[in-house]
Nanobody
Framework: VQLVESGGGLMHPGGSLRLSCAAS????????MGWYRQGPGKQRELVAT???????NYADFVKGRFTISRDNARNTVSLRMNSLKPEDTAVYYC???????????????WGQGTQVTIPS
């Protein structure tokens, strides 16, 4: 599975950005996609995930500001980010969880990351 992110960049506080991630390759067994982020000097943390059944999960620090959505027909997942804050500055990584029938186990795949910068 290959994941390619787009979007991100520099935005003023209070502004909005949209991240998108396109999946290709062995996509039939993807059962969950989402976004993680890693800020300067911090560990990677969950932002939001969405399952094939459109069940969503958000980190507390983005609830009410970020919205995750998924287009199964286009194999994409998007993250709409509103009311951005300087503390949202991070590299955002697309994530996909894939079920591997042969090993009866889940494998995680990651995109290369896209930078989001919100200056203070």
């Amino acid at each position: 599975v290959q994941l390619v992110e787009s979007g991100g960049g520099l935005m003023h506080p209070g502004g909005s950005l949209r991240l998108s991630c396109a999946a290709s390759g062995s996509i039939l067994n993807i059962y969950r996609m989402g976004w993680y982020r890693q800020g300067p000097g911090k560990q990677r943390e969950l932002v939001a995930t969405i399952t094939n059944g459109d069940s969503t999960n958000y980190a507390d620090f983005v609830k009410g500001r970020f919205t995750i959505s998924r287009d199964n027909a286009r194999n994409t997942v998007s993250l709409r980010m509103n009311s951005l804050k300087p503390e949202d500055t991070a590299v955002y990584y697309c994530y996909a969880a894939v079920w591997v029938e042969q090993s009866r186990a889940s494998e995680d795949y990651w995109g290369q990351g896209t930078q989001v910068t919100i200056p203070s």
